[in-house]
Nanobody, 131 residues
Framework: QVQLVESGGGSVQAGGSLRLSCAAS????????MAWFRQAPGKEREGVEA?????????????YLTDSVKGRFIISQDNAKNTVYLQMNSLKPEDTAMYYC???????????????????WGQGTQVTVSS
């Protein structure tokens, strides 16, 4: 049984940082795409950043799924820990949302990952940014 467990969320002031973790069990992350998504109250879920998890211990290419986090968020993986991370810096109140990890997505082409077709999802971790 595949499980994705997110952690690392919390409350932080604007300008602060958080690092989210997504620990996978029953699933080896060294294949296909993994991604972080978020959903704010009253809004649709949106993709944040994706990573092609093949290609060695430290993973492969990354793709921003929303321009609003470019230069502030960084997705990464640790195959040895079977975990994907999302480092979030310079947080803004508009980053407030439930953040979800997703796994086993097919790449759009080559090793470029998108926001569609993920088969496994975590339960989410709440991030709240105050001004």
């Amino acid at each position: 049984q595949v499980q994705l467990v997110e952690s690392g969320g919390g409350s932080v002031q604007a300008g602060g940082s958080l690092r989210l973790s997504c620990a996978a069990s029953g699933y080896t992350i060294r294949r296909n795409c993994m991604a972080w998504f978020r959903q704010a109250p009253g809004k649709e879920r949106e993709g944040v950043e994706a990573i092609w998890t093949g290609g060695g211990r430290t993973g492969g290419g990354t793709t921003y799924l929303t321009d609003s986090v470019k230069g502030r968020f960084i997705i990464s993986q640790d195959n040895a820990k079977n975990t994907v991370y999302l480092q979030m810096n310079s947080l803004k109140p508009e980053d407030t949302a439930m953040y979800y990890c997703a796994a086993d997505g097919e790449p759009l082409y080559g090793t470029i990952c998108g926001a569609q077709g993920y088969n496994y999802w975590g339960q989410g971790t709440q991030v709240t940014v105050s001004s």
